[in-house]
């Protein structure tokens, strides 16, 4: 059976993913100063890619997990994100997408995974991709193995740090040789920002 919080809290997301979503509304709210200083427009070599928001209950709490993308040559190197990446042919839609590419990189069992919707499409300037969210849950604690490849590390956040307004702060950044302004949640350590922080604000503006 699962914890009472971690039930309405689903329930409440499956009902509310169903109706109007804030999109840019929200996305505004995080959003840098990058997505108007690069000029990148979606084209036709734009992508079409997913990730999955995935709640589980742990400890009388409720958490989600965030990966730490590795130090590559790439636009995302070392930026926090959820698990996520590009569609393939393969996948039936944007949804099996998300659950596929979490159990790449982090090991999930995406038949555990309930899916209660999906938050607004995102488009992604720096690489060019529209990004879908897919919210989902587990009824408890998954064991997570990261692939070394795509994650040097998996950050189980506690939902109630996200639901704290203090961790909201504003930064400036280079990116590709711009400098740009961009807030950010912060999270153990860590600055989330662009997309990854654009999809964290709809997600609490949905929820609230």
Not at 66 to 78: E, K, M, T
Not at 117 to 135: D, R, W
């Amino acid at each position: 059976m699962l914890p009472k919080p971690f039930s309405d809290l689903t329930n409440h997301l499956r009902h509310r993913l169903q109706q109007p979503l804030p999109g840019e509304a929200a996305h505004q709210t995080m959003a840098s100063t990058a997505r108007t200083k690069l000029g990148i427009r979606p084209n036709e070599r734009t992508r079409r890619s997913a990730v999955l928001i995935l709640f589980y209950p742990y400890q009388d709490s409720i958490y989600l997990p965030l990966i730490l993308r590795p130090q590559y040559d790439g636009v995302h190197a070392g930026q926090m994100a959820f698990p996520g990446g590009r569609m393939e042919r393969t996948d039936r839609d944007l949804t099996q997408t998300a659950l596929r590419e979490a159990q790449e990189e982090i090991g999930i069992r995406v038949q555990d995974v309930t899916v209660l919707g999906q938050l607004s499409e995102l488009f992604i300037p720096p690489s060019n991709f529209f990004v879908q969210p897919v919210v989902g849950m587990l009824p408890g604690r998954p064991d997570f193995y990261p692939d070394p490849r795509e994650v040097d590390a998996v950050v189980e956040v506690n939902l109630d740090t996200l639901l704290d307004d203090t961790i909201v702060g504003d930064s400036q950044i280079e990116v590709r040789g711009i400098t740009v302004d961009a807030p950010y949640y912060a999270i153990d350590g860590h600055r989330v920002w662009g997309a990854t922080a654009m999809m964290i604000a709809e997600l609490l503006m949905v929820m609230k």
